[in-house]
T-cell receptor, first 114, second 116 residues
Framework: DTEVTQTPKHLVMGMTNKKSLKCEQH?????MYWYKQKAKKPPELMFVYSYEKLSINESVPSRFSPECPNSSLLNLHLHALQPEDSALYLC?????????????FGPGTRLTVL | AQSVAQPEDQVNVAEGNPLTVKCTYSVSGNPYLFWYVQYPNRGLQFLLK??????LVKGSYGFEAEFNKSQTSFHLKKPSALVSDSALYFCAVRDMTSGGYQKVTFGIGTKLQVIP
């Protein structure tokens, strides 16, 4: 299984809502990533988990809260978002400990904040 | 800091013609370079990578890339373009980390349009 899955595919939420994005992989990868991508722009790294521990937080606002409950799952909890947070949110995974490991990306969740 | 530059926002090519999508890099130390493709409303798909070894790297869907150290370039190529190759292409470079995980910096992306 070489697939990263993400749910939901689309999400519309108000600024007072709480929602969660989910990501799952069964490739045995121990590094997982959240990216934010605006239209026609490259992905921007938000968080990196390595061995289920948060390794990188790229100064992301606290209204985004990541969670890695086990080696296969990655969540992104959303609360009190702003309209400018509307974007495609991509999850990725990779092996750890080798220099040449590419990342495998999920299809993304298209988030719209009203 | 590591960086990559994609000088063209868009590349247009006729179906059946060869295509090139350009990328130049700036790194300290050995470069670890990647190409990804993104189809509309989809995630990124890995195409190929250069770590060490042959300067011509072969990847998925008939794509290849030529690593040129003297020109600090890593251009993506395909001998004969297909309409289905139309997509957004990202060049990326691996940042050095001590944690063993990947941290990559993406270029701004080049939109490839293959004209029937």
């Amino acid at each position: 299984d070489t697939e990263v899955t993400q749910t939901p595919k689309h999400l519309v939420m108000g600024m007072t809502n709480k929602k969660s994005l989910k990501c799952e992989q069964h490739m045995g990868h121990r590094a997982m990533y959240w990216y934010k991508q605006k239209a026609k722009k490259p992905p921007e790294l938000m968080f990196v988990y390595s061995y289920e521990k948060l390794s990188i937080n790229e100064s992301v606002p606290s209204r985004f809260s990541p969670e890695c409950p086990n080696s296969s799952l990655l969540n992104l909890h959303l609360h009190a978002l702003q309209p400018e947070d509307s974007a495609l949110y991509l999850c990725a995974s990779s092996q750890v400990g080798s220099l040449n490991n590419e990342q495998f990306f999920g299809p993304g969740t298209r988030l719209t904040v009203l | 800091a590591q960086s990559v530059a994609q000088p063209e926002d868009q590349v247009n090519v006729a179906e059946g013609n060869p295509l090139t999508v350009k990328c130049t890099y700036s790194v300290s130390g050995n470069p670890y370079l990647f190409w990804y493709v993104q189809y509309p409303n989809r995630g990124l798909q890995f195409l190929l990578k250069y770590i060490t070894g042959d300067n011509l790297v072969k990847g998925s869907y008939g794509f290849e890339a030529e690593f040129n150290k003297s020109q600090t370039s890593f251009h993506l190529k395909k001998p004969s373009a297909l309409v289905s190759d139309s997509a957004l292409y990202f060049c990326a470079v691996r940042d050095m980390t001590s944690g063993g995980y990947q941290k990559v910096t993406f270029g701004i992306g080049t939109k490839l349009q293959v004209i029937p």
